[in-house]
Nanobody, 117 residues
């Protein structure tokens, strides 16, 4: 089992920045990939960014050049630095972890990000 706890959401003006954090606990050594997804009202959940055990990152086209995913291995924390935020980035952001072998997905509780003037 893996537990994920997110923090860092909030209200920000267009052009502003936020950093989301996701702390993991439990069977950490089995995690293959960590990532961030988001879901806006009336839309499907979509992948924002991911980082695998080799450090390879992947980004949605809509956030490339603006968002950066990183990890701190000693604290089992993954971060999402979001710059140049746009109103269309408004969504609930979910932390995700994929367990190797079983490919089980684990999810955090979600954190609201609102970009508005």
């Amino acid at each position: 089992q893996v537990q994920l706890v997110e923090s860092g959401g909030g209200l920000v003006q267009p052009g502003g920045s936020l950093r989301l954090s996701c702390a993991a606990s439990g069977i950490i050594f089995s995690i293959y990939r960590r990532g961030w997804y988001r879901q806006a009202p009336g839309k499907q959940r979509e992948l924002v960014a991911s980082i695998n055990s080799a450090g390879t990152t992947n980004y949605a086209d809509s956030v490339k050049g603006r968002f950066t995913i990183s990890r701190d291995n000693p604290t089992n924390t993954v971060y999402l630095q979001m710059n140049s935020l746009k109103p269309e980035d408004t969504a609930v952001y979910y932390c995700n972890a994929v367990q190797s072998g079983t490919w089980t997905n684990y999810w955090g509780q979600g954190t609201q990000v609102t970009v508005s003037s």
